[in-house]
Structure formats: structure tokens, C-alpha cells
């Protein structure tokens, strides 16, 4: 009986595949959203862009939200999919990052790249477990690595991703009764804008830290303009939206695999130390 259950859902998930569906990617105006966006068009979605700036081109809509005023994503989920019969896929690509020693931190910018990166996330997949239901549908929060291997002075990051997937596990384990499985998908350094538009705290901001900051952050921005193209972190954020049956953890890309397996393996001291010859730090 169980196995004919999932043939049936594998086979009614399939036809949808091939017919008509609607995605729902929050972020979608740059970066990793953006490349998301462009594939699940060409895959025959239809695809609505949450953001505060609009998507360059006519074939996605747009709906203005800002992710950190508590309620907005909500109203713009329901508004999105009430015309539609249910919701095949969100994607939470939102983000903000900060480089600031915890010392000198503050607390409206950390209460506000929380407010982005984690309860936002909260928010769009409380907002889309009822529409996402009705198709059997998958939602992909985009996690990092960050959030199971330190980043000197990016700790209130790392921070919001590691509880970002914790939330992806433990969503799966309500949802996937219902047919929905939800999956956190950990990108290492993605060459985006997005290492320019990290607040980074200067010299008065950060008293004593500042020359430690600068060096890490400079060291993260290389590491991130150097890394993976944010196209191939979208290639595997479809797959996983197609995968009949989706880890709640995956890695984009073979090398940060390997990264997060040996960090798995390695003691948590001997991994601190490589980070902080990687980021420059004493």
C-alpha cells in the first residue's frame, strides 16, 4: 500500500512537472534568486519575485515586500496564489550579512538581519504550507555553510543560517506526512553583489577590532568573488524542487561537500584553527 501511495504522488507530481506550475521566489531580483528564477521559467513555471526591487523583465511579476516588517510576506503569499489552485515550490533567498565584532554589534542591525535572514524565512513558509499542500509542493530555504563553520566577525550570519536549517529539518519532519518536503540548500562563496552589500563595520564602529574585521572581511569577499557562479547554485535549487523525495540538507556543489563532511569529521578546535588561517585572524 505504501509503495502504490508514492508511485501515485511520484506520478501525479510528474504530470504536473509537465504542465502548469507556480513558484513563489522571495529574493528573486539578484543574485541566487535572480538565477532561480531564470531556470524555473525556462522549466515552464510560473514565477512570482518577492523583494523590494523589482525583477528586470516582464515575464516575472513582482510584489513589493520588505522580508523584515513582520506580516507583509504573508499578505503578498496569500494575494500571489489566491487566483491559483495551490503552490508547487517557494524558494527563500533572502538575505543580509553583517561584518562586526560582538563587542561593539548593534543590536538594530542584528535584530534586522534576523528579522531578514531567519523569522522572514518563518514567515513566507508558515504563509505557503497551506497553498503548498494542495500540489504536494517543496520549499528550498537557502542556507549557507556559514552556518556550520564559523566566519570571524560574521557570526550573527552564521548564526541565523544554522537555525535556518534546523528549521528546514524540522519542518520536513511536520510536513512530509502531507506530501510537502522542505530542504535547506548550504551554498559555500557565491560570486554575487552580495559580498558588496554587506555591512561592514569601519574603523570608529569597531574600536579595537577594526584592523581584524577589515582583514576578515576582505578575506570573505575574495573567497565569495572567487567561489561558484550563483547559476549552478540555481541548477541545484530546481533539482531539488523536482526531486521526488529531496534530503532536508543539501550541499551546492561537490568541493563544499567535501568541506562540510570533513568538518563533520574534524574536532571543533583543529577546524577553528583553519579558519582563522583562512580569514587572516591570530
Do not use: C
Not at 50 to 78: C, N
Not at 130 to 153: D, M, N, Q, T
Amino acid at each position: 500500500m505504501e509503495q502504490t501511495k508514492e508511485r501515485e504522488e511520484k506520478e501525479e507530481r510528474t504530470e504536473r512537472i509537465e504542465g502548469h506550475r507556480l513558484a513563489i521566489v522571495v529574493g528573486a531580483s539578484s543574485g541566487i534568486g535572480r538565477e532561480t528564477a531564470l531556470r524555473l521559467l525556462s522549466r515552464g513555471y510560473q514565477v512570482v519575485n518577492l523583494s523590494r526591487t523589482p525583477f528586470k523583465g516582464d515575464r516575472v511579476r513582482t510584489v513589493t515586500v520588505d522580508a523584515a516588517q513582520e506580516g507583509e510576506l504573508k499578505k503578498a503569499i496569500e494575494g500571489a496564489v489566491s487566483k491559483a489552485d495551490g503552490l508547487d515550490l517557494l524558494v527563500y533567498s533572502a538575505g543580509f550579512s553583517m561584518a562586526a565584532p560582538l563587542e561593539h554589534a548593534k543590536s538594530g542591525d542584528y535584530r534586522y538581519l534576523f528579522e531578514v535572514n531567519y523569522f522572514g524565512a518563518i514567515e513566507a513558509l508558515r504563509a505557503a504550507t497551506p497553498f503548498l499542500k494542495k500540489r504536494k509542493g517543496r520549499a528550498i530555504l537557502v542556507g549557507s555553510l556559514g552556518g556550520e563553520l564559523p566566519i570571524p566577525y560574521d557570526g550573527f550570519y552564521s548564526s541565523s543560517k544554522a537555525a535556518l536549517t534546523m528549521l528546514a529539518r524540522e519542518s520536513d519532519l511536520e510536513l512530509r506526512g502531507s506530501g510537502v518536503r522542505v530542504v535547506a540548500l548550504l551554498p559555500g562563496g557565491t560570486a554575487t553583489d552580495f559580498t558588496y552589500n554587506r555591512r561592514v563595520y569601519g574603523e570608529e564602529e569597531s574600536g579595537g577590532y577594526a584592523h581584524s574585521v577589515k582583514k576578515a572581511s576582505a578575506a570573505l569577499a575574495n573567497m565569495e568573488q572567487g567561489g561558484m557562479e550563483p547559476s549552478l547554485v540555481a541548477e541545484s535549487i530546481v533539482r531539488l524542487a523536482e526531486k521526488h523525495n529531496p534530503p532536508p540538507v543539501a550541499v551546492a556543489g561537490g568541493k563544499n561537500g567535501m568541506l562540510r563532511y570533513l568538518n563533520k569529521l574534524f574536532p571543533e578546535r583543529l577546524t577553528d584553527w583553519l579558519v582563522r588561517k583562512k580569514f587572516n585572524q591570530k
